[in-house]
T-cell receptor, first 112, second 112 residues
Framework: AQSVTQLGSHVSVSEGALVLLRCNYS??????LFWYVQYPNQGLQLLLK??????LVKGINGFEAEFKKSETSFHLTKPSAHMSDAAEYFC??????????FGAGTTVTVRA | NAGVTQTPKFQVLKTGQSMTLQCAQDMNHNSMYWYRQDPGMGLRLIYYSASEGTTDKGEVPNGYNVSRLNKREFSLRLESAAPSQTSVYFC???????????FGQGTRLTVV
């Protein structure tokens, strides 16, 4: 069975600073990995995903993530935080069984 | 584009009452999912349906039942609501596997 662990339930950054959100996965088969974002009182929307191929994946709003099989990680980064990045971020994993499992989420606050 | 539509958006139940949450998607997706979201616990999978005619338990299925009525619709039923089922419920759909899921706007359920 696959699962993900997000390290840190809350991250606070200054506007313009690096955003780094950590995600480690557990999967017995090559995983499909996703990052989603949730703004207050809304559903989830996809930021980016890794399936196969290039291990550095670029997403929307300047976010990117790197798949590292040796470290079983899929950390999300953004070089320069913007106030609009304040939201909750979820890492998720899927496999060939179509089951999609999420981490506990990381809330990002951005300080002016 | 409607995408994934959930009804109702808000609901208050008394302990022991029953109700059905409705979900419909118009994207011709095979897979559909029901999650609950609670503070600090992320999204937990209740049930999923990999294709029309199949349903499988997720992480927290106790107290819930589902019906995949047809390819478009996937309903979640609470037979005897309990305060522990107070949560925000999300329906999602997708092709499955390496393809991302698309989420509805959620149903905020309170059981008193």
């Amino acid at each position: 069975a696959q699962s993900v662990t997000q390290l840190g339930s809350h991250v606070s950054v200054s506007e313009g600073a690096l955003v780094l959100l950590r995600c480690n996965y557990s999967s017995s088969v090559p995983p499909y990995l996703f990052w989603y974002v949730q703004y207050p009182n809304q559903g989830l929307q996809l930021l980016l995903k890794y399936t196969t191929g290039a291990t550095l994946v670029k997403g929307i709003n300047g976010f990117e993530a790197e798949f590292k099989k040796s470290e079983t990680s899929f950390h999300l980064t953004k070089p320069s935080a913007h106030m609009s990045d304040a939201a909750e971020y979820f890492c998720a994993v899927s496999g060939n069984d179509y089951k999609l499992s999420f981490g506990a989420g990381t809330t990002v606050t951005v300080r002016a | 584009n409607a995408g994934v539509t959930q009804t109702p958006k808000f609901q208050v139940l008394k302990t022991g009452q029953s109700m059905t949450l409705q979900c419909a998607q118009d994207m011709n997706h095979n897979s559909m999912y029901w999650y609950r979201q609670d503070p600090g616990m992320g999204l937990r999978l209740i049930y999923y349906s990999a294709s029309e005619g199949t349903t499988d338990k997720g992480e927290v299925p106790n107290g819930y039942n589902v019906s995949r009525l047809n390819k478009r619709e996937f309903s979640l039923r609470l037979e005897s609501a309990a305060p522990s089922q107070t949560s925000v419920y999300f329906c999602a759909s997708g092709v499955g596997g390496e393809t991302e899921a698309f989420f509805g706007q959620g149903t905020r359920l309170t059981v008193v």
